[in-house]
């Protein structure tokens, strides 16, 4: 995923030198669309001499939606190009020809670790626990799997878990001061993966007005909320591993509940799944 963002960032610099409508048609550059039509016509020259009935059989090709097929095909025609140096154009559309196949072949390879990755997880004896968890979905179940590891006896609680993952913070003391800090002696993907998947459950409970305090310090940031959820999130799967069920929500509200946490003492609420979505065409 690093390599395929380096390249759509190289990609993206060379067309603003030459062919800038390109990144204001199309939100994301490293799609298979983008890629065809950069292959087929690296210019804005190129491009407008394409007949209206091909661009839209192209782009019919690759599902566009019917209004987005007509507004390009409108835009492309009244384009201005944004330079006029034949040397710089013809030099900067041969890289861009060659990174366009170099994402192309990202795409594919990630397909195909993508696949291998859900085969895998699917046949994993405890995937049905964290498969289960709030918010996780098709995306985070695996990442989570792969966090926690089939070591069952490598944590004893959540608290060794939560240390180890770097999602829990440090607290120094010194004197009469005190004073808590991020913990920088972390596996610094261990660390993402909770914190991705705090602000996914942060996103799922949906920020009301009655809930957001209740699950966070009032003024934190998404990403520090995030984490906090993250960090209330770790705890769930180390009872469940040991035990090998699956969540149960209506067990962990009751918890909440018997503790006169304020998550429950005022709403009934539930994390609906929430995925990742996926890129569109």
Not at 59 to 78: A, K, P, Y
Not at 147 to 173: H, K, M, N, W
Request: proline share 7%; with cysteine.
């Amino acid at each position: 995923m690093a390599e395929r963002t380096a390249q759509r960032n190289r990609l993206t610099s060379y067309l603003k030198i030459y062919f800038p409508q390109m990144v204001e048609w199309f939100e994301k550059l490293d799609m298979p669309l983008v890629c065809d039509l950069l292959e087929r016509w690296p210019t804005l020259e190129e491009l407008q001499k394409v007949s209206p009935e091909e661009l839209r059989t192209f782009f019919c090709q690759h599902h566009c939606h019917r209004g987005f097929r007509e507004r390009r095909s409108l835009v492309i025609g009244g384009a201005t190009p944004a330079k006029e140096d034949r040397a710089v154009i013809e030099a900067k559309s041969a890289v861009v020809k060659v990174i366009v196949q170099l994402i192309r072949s990202l795409l594919e390879g990630i397909a195909e670790l993508d696949r291998k990755i859900e085969q895998a997880a699917a046949e994993h004896p405890d995937f049905f626990i964290f498969d289960s968890l709030p918010g996780a979905g098709a995306v985070m179940a695996p990442r989570l799997l792969a966090a926690f590891g089939s070591q069952r006896d490598r944590y004893r609680c959540a608290v060794e878990l939560q240390t180890y993952s770097g999602i829990a913070p440090v607290t120094e003391r010194s004197g009469k001061r005190k004073w808590v800090h991020f913990r920088w002696a972390c596996p610094e993907v261990s660390a993402a993966k909770f914190s991705r998947m705090g602000g996914l459950l942060y996103r799922a409970i949906g920020l009301g007005p009655g809930l957001l305090p209740a699950t966070t310090r009032s003024g934190q940031r998404p990403p520090r909320s995030g984490t906090s959820l993250g960090f209330q999130m770790d705890s769930h799967p180390i009872p469940l591993l040991k035990d090998r069920v699956a969540y149960d929500e209506n067990k962990y509200l009751a918890a909440l509940a018997t503790r006169g946490s304020p998550l429950v003492c005022s709403r009934s609420w539930a994390w609906p799944a929430c995925e990742i979505p996926v890129d569109p065409e």
